[in-house]
């Protein structure tokens, strides 16, 4: 039997018990880091747990969704859980893209729990050189 002397964590999972697990119609928050690196702006999703086929990447003009559902683990009939703390359900984030990023060619990896979406940033928004055009002289239209 496994034993805890933390109360917090005692008030963070009877606040989850409260509010249960994240449904598709109203998601639990999933915590995210953001960043460019490069010319590809990363954003990394922790949603450890979760199957690579129960995550869902959605892009809606700049509206990146995405959505992740992590599924109770089959038990045998003689198992008495003893401590659940690992929440259960749906998760769900939602970012708004700048036009400057190049959501047609979005890459995703997922490893390790770490679900991590690479946003090339479009060729318009990179920097660039204007070359100055130097006139050859001045040319007449005649009629």
Do not use: C
Not at 45 to 53: L, N
Not at 66 to 95: C, H, N, T, Y
Not at 127 to 132: F, G, S
């Amino acid at each position: 039997m496994l034993m805890r002397t933390d109360p917090f964590r005692e008030l963070d999972r009877l606040a989850q018990q409260l509010t249960g697990p994240g449904t598709w119609s109203r998601p639990s928050p999933m915590p995210m880091d953001a960043y460019r690196e490069g010319d590809e702006y990363m954003v990394a999703f922790d949603i450890p747990g979760v199957s690579a086929d129960a995550i869902d990447i959605d892009v809606e003009r700049n509206m990146l969704t995405v959505k992740a559902e992590r599924r109770p683990v089959a038990k045998a009939d003689d198992v008495q859980m003893e401590l659940s703390e690992r929440p259960l359900g749906v998760f769900s984030r939602q970012i708004m893209l700048a036009d400057t990023l190049d959501t047609e060619h979005i890459k995703a990896d997922y490893d390790a729990g770490v679900l991590t979406l690479r946003i090339p940033i479009a060729e318009r928004a990179k920097p660039r050189k204007i070359t100055i055009g130097v006139g050859s002289g001045r040319r007449e239209i005649s009629d």
